[in-house]
């Protein structure tokens, strides 16, 4: 079963309302577009690695969507982590097609584009492993359970080479997985964990997992100024909504929105950051007066500290599901 289910990475949710906050033809666009795709298509081997794994659909397997923990000054990240009370496995999934030649010395993709050199899955997965070890340590929980790293080939035109036979005991292609699966389950018969270690194990895992947020100046080299700020139209780019009688109206094509502001301040927390005033939402939003703020303020609900004038509010507790429910509700 699903403990945590695969979000849509958090680097398309941020590209994707950045975009339309930038001037048309912004240099950075084709960069942000690009990136998309590049996450995307990683997020769509890792769903097809999922459905590999439906018939593991019960309480025995808690499956992780991905997972983002800490590790001394820094995170790791697995793509699949699946806890069980024999063993834990460590999913690391490719999306890469063509020959994929893991020799020792170096690992290689032969396509249509040429070949390339890229970091050895094996060795990154290999490493998630000794990772989560030292997580378990950390949190005193038993170190004993196997842990099984796996690297999963998601895209059907990929060709395993090597002449490595300890290869093939860590890297399979997506529609082996449930044999590949099924056999690791015979080899570790015997139960180390309990029920209840299982779900201590899940439960401090979720506690952990820390998505990583992008940042307009460190990830994509923009800076403040290159943002609009406001409501937005949906239809015309970057161009601000104008507020009158509890309206919001574009100047240009006049559709109308009676909240628009609900995006706008999504937008805030992700692109400035993770607070908010009233007269910071005013100046944002250009509007002048203080109670169409704080009506606005007091319809979304969000967490507050202070009191009066000096109350700030802070970005929603569902921050990452609201952001997700609003891409799809854009692509759709
Ligand atoms: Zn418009």
């Known amino acids: ?90 999913l690391e999934t490719k999306n890469m097609g063509g020959e994929l030649d893991f020799s020792p010395e170096q690992f290689s993709q032969n396509s249509f584009y040429g070949k390339k050199g890229y970091k050895n899955p094996i060795v990154q997965v290999n490493r998630h492993k000794e990772q989560l070890q030292n997580w378990l340590e950390t949190h005193k929980l038993p170190v004993t359970i196997p842990l099984i790293p796996l690297v ?95 309206i919001w109206i574009c100047p240009r094509c006049l559709t109308h929105s009676i909240d628009a502001h609900n995006d706008a301040i999504l937008d805030y927390f992700l692109f400035n950051k993770t607070t908010l005033t009233n007269k910071e939402l005013r100046d944002y939003l250009g509007i002048d007066c203080i109670k169409t703020a704080s009506r606005i303020l007091v319809s979304l609900n969000l967490p507050s500290t202070g009191q009066n004038k000096g109350r700030i509010y802070h970005r929603p507790l569902d921050f990452l599901e609201q952001l997700e429910a609003r891409y799809k509700r854009i692509k759709s």
């Open 1 to 90: 079963m699903y403990i945590k289910p695969r979000p849509i990475p958090l680097n398309v949710l941020f590209c994707h309302a950045l975009i339309p906050r930038l001037s048309p033809n912004h240099p950075k666009i084709p960069q942000l577009e690009r990136e998309i795709s590049s996450y995307m298509s990683g997020y769509r081997g890792e769903k097809a690695t999922e459905f590999h794994l439906t018939f593991l659909d019960d309480k025995k397997h808690h499956i992780f969507g991905g997972l983002r923990l800490p590790h001394e000054q820094h995170y790791f990240q697995i793509d699949t982590p699946i806890l069980t009370r024999k063993y834990i496995l460590i």
């Open 152 to 246: 999963v080939l998601s895209n059907p035109s990929a060709i395993i080479k090597t002449d490595e036979p300890d290869v093939l005991q860590q890297v399979c292609k997506v529609e082996n997985l449930k044999n590949k699966l099924t056999n690791l389950t015979n080899l570790y018969a015997k139960d180390v964990l309990t029920d209840r270690m299982v779900k201590k194990i899940s439960m401090l895992l979720l506690e952990d997992d820390t998505p990583l947020f992008p940042d307009i100046e460190k990830t994509y080299g923009l800076s403040p100024q290159d943002i609009v700020p406001g409501a937005l139209c949906p239809k015309c780019p970057s161009t601000k909504l104008i507020r009158r009688d509890r």
